[in-house]
């Protein structure tokens, strides 16, 4: 099993930056992707991003609407993963989740929520 834990949210304006962070309970080394999600009110959750690791090398992919803004990357060293965050827009304020499956099963972390707003 793996327990993820979300950090890092809070209240930024619009143009601001934030580190969003998801820390697992267990070393990441043998998961290959682990991913970002985000649910904004009234709204479906949709993935953000996501990080694949083959041979050693990370593949991160991107949400159109993020693409350019936002940068994913892992510590397996740390069992963290990473989500920077940069010129911030109100449309971004969401609950963000972190999420890998592994195992044959989901795991997804409770959630830190992001307010962008002046």
């Known amino acids: 099993q793996v327990q993820l834990v979300e950090s890092g949210g809070g209240l930024v304006q619009p143009g601001g930056s934030l580190r969003l962070s998801c820390t697992a309970s267990?070393?990441?080394?043998?998961?290959?992707?682990m991913h970002w999600y985000r649910q904004a009110p009234g709204k479906e959750r949709e993935k953000v991003a996501g990080i694949t690791t083959y041979s050693r090398i990370n593949y991160p992919d991107y949400a159109d609407s993020v693409k350019g803004r936002f940068t994913i990357s892992r510590d397996n060293a740390k069992n963290t993963v990473y989500l920077q965050m940069n010129s911030l827009k109100p449309e971004d304020t969401a609950v963000y989740y972190c999420?890998?499956?592994?195992?044959?099963?989901?795991?997804w972390g409770k959630g830190t929520l992001v307010t962008v707003s002046s």
């Open positions: 267990r070393n990441i080394f043998t998961i290959v992707a």
């Open positions: 999420y890998t499956y592994n195992g044959g099963m989901d795991y």
